[in-house]
Antibody
Framework: QVQLVQSGAEVKKPGASVRVSCEAFGYTFTTYDVCWVRQATGQGLEWMGWMNPNSGNTNYLPKLRGRVTMTSDTSKNTAYMELSSLTSEDTALYFC????????????WGQGTLVTVSS | EIVLTQSPGTLSLSPGERATLSCRASQSVSSNYLAWYQQKPGQAPRLLIYGVFNRATAIPDRFTGSGSGTDFTLTISRLEPEDFAVYYCQQYGRSPRTFGQGTKVEIK
């Protein structure tokens, strides 16, 4: 069945970067987009952006442009999300999700990766 | 950016009761690209409804989506114990895709 498995929790200092991976199983990786969503503790969902693993095309939430990079390695069926210049406001649970191409609702989600930014 | 406002913030109901959740958009949602997700504590969200009224795979028919334009509703006809959770709407017709702030359905 479809499964997205994310990398483990990270603790980073302010100003550092973090990279979260998301390995896909059970479907053809290049025929769906990958979306990233984050959730601060006790808060709602924030859509961060998406990437097309087939073309490499991306689209990011405007407030994250310049700090976020979404990439993929199709040989490993894995997507990556890198966020730089971290602040405490980036402390959150980060989810990857399989997104329906050209529509971008998410029909399958990873388990989440907790990123904590603390000095 | 399309802002989605969900109401109420919290809905206190008993098992077997009907739940009606609202999602209002700041501007019309293109092509009725509106989805609903359920999230339980410590879990990832789960897709319930897409395209306003289409149930996702394995979603029971007690979940019904409706609406158009700027006003959308998720109805749970008879609450089961496993339905107590937080529900989010999302519009995916325009970038950036945005979520509502969520409605918590709690046991009364």
């Amino acid at each position: 069945q479809v499964q997205l498995v994310q990398s483990g929790a990270e603790v980073k200092k302010p100003g550092a970067s973090v990279r979260v991976s998301c390995e896909a199983f059970g479907y053809t990786f290049t025929t769906y987009d990958v979306c990233w969503v984050r959730q601060a503790t006790g808060q709602g969902l924030e859509w961060m952006g998406w990437m097309n693993p087939n073309s490499g095309n991306t689209n990011y939430l405007p407030k994250l442009r310049g700090r976020v990079t979404m990439t993929s390695d199709t040989s490993k069926n894995t997507a990556y999300m890198e966020l730089s210049s971290l602040t405490s406001e980036d402390t959150a649970l980060y989810f990857c999700a399989r997104c329906i191409r050209n529509e971008l609702f998410s029909d399958s989600w990873g388990q989440g990766t907790l990123v904590t930014v603390s000095s | 950016e399309i802002v989605l406002t969900q109401s109420p913030g919290t809905l206190s109901l008993s098992p077997g009761e009907r739940a009606t959740l609202s999602c209002r958009a700041s501007q019309s949602v293109s092509s009725n690209y509106l989805a609903w997700y359920q999230q339980k504590p410590g879990q990832a969200p789960r897709l319930l409804i897409y395209g306003v009224f289409n149930r996702a795979t394995a979603i029971p028919d007690r979940f019904t989506g409706s609406g158009s334009g700027t006003d959308f509703t998720l109805t749970i006809s008879r609450l089961e114990p496993e339905d107590f959770a937080v529900y989010y709407c999302q519009q995916y017709g325009r970038s950036p895709r945005t979520f509502g702030q969520g409605t918590k359905v709690e046991i009364k």
